[in-house]
């Protein structure tokens, strides 16, 4: 299995405070993702690392940023929290010799109220 | 702009029933990879199959086969004597080469398979 870990991987917070979510991969891939997964939309994704500080939008980026400070380490950031942004979010890594595929972390859920 | 389309949102079938997945995708790229993930209650996506865009050969691997078909842009995914441990949500995506290997999944088809 591919060395990947999210912290937390269960939160719950209130509307407006921030929230940051980490992922931890052991297998020095370049390529890292941040995605959501609710109910009827199948994994969309938010944020993408291609190198330390190379970041990117996805398709569904508003309200949420990145930061890669370190080859192993994306963050996600919620500044300000709404309901909407309660789901579950996937980081997963693509890189060496599997090219293209990508391997998920166990994933964070996340709840707002 | 891509896009992967699994009409199936919930399939039921009795073990040792065959079942197949449809998956079908659009994209402008001649150069692209189709994937299957599977998602068991558990949460966690587990890798099944990565396919290039120029190989059309069909796969099999134990009770798992894939049958892709560039002319119709689809890339089915059938079990064979299906079994209770196959119940599970299954994601196809696709990525285009040169998209920084970014993957457009599709919305997922919850299979249940019953004893």
């Known amino acids: 299995d591919a060395g990947i870990t999210q912290s937390p991987r269960h939160k719950v917070t209130e509307t407006g405070t921030p929230v940051t979510l980490r992922c931890h991969q052991t297998?020095?891939?370049?390529?890292m993702y941040w995605y959501r997964q609710d109910p009827g939309h199948g994994l969309r994704l938010i944020h993408y690392s291609y190198g330390v500080k190379d970041t990117d939008k996805g398709e569904v980026s508003d309200g949420y940023s990145v930061s890669r400070s370190k080859t192993e380490d994306f963050l996600l950031t919620l500044e300000s929290a709404t309901s909407s942004q309660t789901s579950v979010y996937f980081c997963?890594?693509?890189?060496?010799?599997?090219?293209?595929?990508?391997?998920f972390g166990p994933g964070t859920r996340l709840t707002v109220l | 702009a891509q896009k992967v389309t699994q009409a199936q949102t919930e399939i039921s079938v009795v073990e040792k029933e065959d079942v197949t997945l449809d998956c079908v995708y659009e994209?402008?790229?001649?150069?692209?990879?189709l994937f299957w993930y599977k998602q068991p209650p558990s949460g966690e996506l587990v890798f099944l199959i990565r396919r290039n865009s120029f190989d059309e050969q069909n796969e099999i691997s134990g009770r798992y086969s894939w049958n892709f078909q560039k002319s119709t842009s689809s890339f089915n995914f059938t079990i064979t004597a299906s079994q209770v441990v196959d119940s599970a949500v299954y994601f196809c995506?696709?990525?285009?080469?040169?998209?920084?290997?970014?993957?457009?999944f599709g919305s997922g088809t919850q299979l249940t398979v019953l004893p």
């Open positions: 994209t402008r790229d001649t150069t692209y990879y």
């Open positions: 995506a696709l990525s285009s080469s040169g998209s920084a290997r970014q993957l457009t």
């Open positions: 297998e020095n891939h370049r390529y």
């Open positions: 997963a890594i693509s890189g060496g010799s599997s090219y293209n595929e990508q391997f």
